[in-house]
T-cell receptor
Framework: DAKTTQPNSMESNEEEPVHLPCNHS???????IHWYRQLPSQGPEYVIH???SNVNNRMASLAIAEDRKSSTLILHRATLRDAAVYYC???????????FGTGTRLQVFP | GAGVSQSPRYKVAKRGQDVALRCDPI?????LFWYQQALGQGPEFLTY????????KSGLPSDRFFAERPEGSVSTLKIQRTQQEDSAVYLC??????????FGSGTRLTVV
């Protein structure tokens, strides 16, 4: 399974944008890039996914590098409720399982 | 409810005891997954069902772990002769397709 590398932790102030980076230099052409987040005492929650093009939804934006070796999850205006562990995951379209790393713990300060 | 339901929410077991953890997926979701999450770590894959068929059990740590989904809906993860290293949160997820999973809140198992 292809691996991802994320910073252990990041901090942000409320109402500011947050850019969460992820490196995946061994990504293959069939790997989708998925992001999940996990709030305390809850199961992971789907955030967004993409293959090659940048993606936007109501929760976040996903910017994918042209060579696909890295991506960035963008929270446009962080709120206290966005404090969570964010996981960047590569998923082969031939398999159905997600392989989680240790993720990035995001702290948001008022 | 609209989400994935897991029960019990908390389970304390004495070492050597057998436990059964239940997962009620979202109605109609074909795929069901079990994950194990140790404190401070990301979830680790245990096993995967498509309807009633267990297609991948490569993550089950030992033969003490067994999962079933006999009618393609509710699933049960059974751990026999529990040991302290089995203490973790056990997460269940279901999905209608290969894209978005919906996770339950998990069962926190503590083996004493």
């Amino acid at each position: 399974d292809a691996k991802t590398t994320q910073p252990n932790s990041m901090e942000s102030n409320e109402e500011e944008p947050v850019h969460l980076p992820c490196n995946h230099s061994t990504i293959s052409g069939t790997d989708y890039i998925h992001w999940y987040r996990q709030l305390p005492s809850q199961g992971p929650e789907y955030v967004i996914h993409g293959l090659t093009s940048n993606v936007n939804n109501r929760m976040a934006s996903l910017a994918i590098a042209e060579d696909r070796k890295s991506s960035t999850l963008i929270l446009h205006r962080a709120t206290l409720r966005d404090a969570a562990v964010y996981y960047c995951i590569l998923r082969d379209h031939n398999t159905d399982k997600l392989i989680f790393g240790t993720g990035t713990r995001l702290q948001v300060f008022p | 409810g609209a989400g994935v339901s897991q029960s019990p929410r908390y389970k304390v077991a004495k070492r050597g005891q057998d436990v059964a953890l239940r997962c009620d997926p979202i109605s109609g979701h074909v795929s069901l997954f079990w994950y194990q999450q140790a404190l401070g770590q990301g979830p680790e894959f245990l096993t995967y069902f498509q309807n009633e068929a267990q297609l991948d059990k490569s993550g089950l740590p030992s033969d003490r772990f067994f999962a079933e989904r006999p009618e393609g809906s509710v699933s049960t993860l059974k751990i026999q002769r529990t040991q302290q290293e089995d203490s973790a949160v056990y997460l269940c997820a279901s999905s209608p397709d290969i894209y978005g999973y919906t996770f339950g809140s998990g069962t926190r198992l503590t083996v004493v």
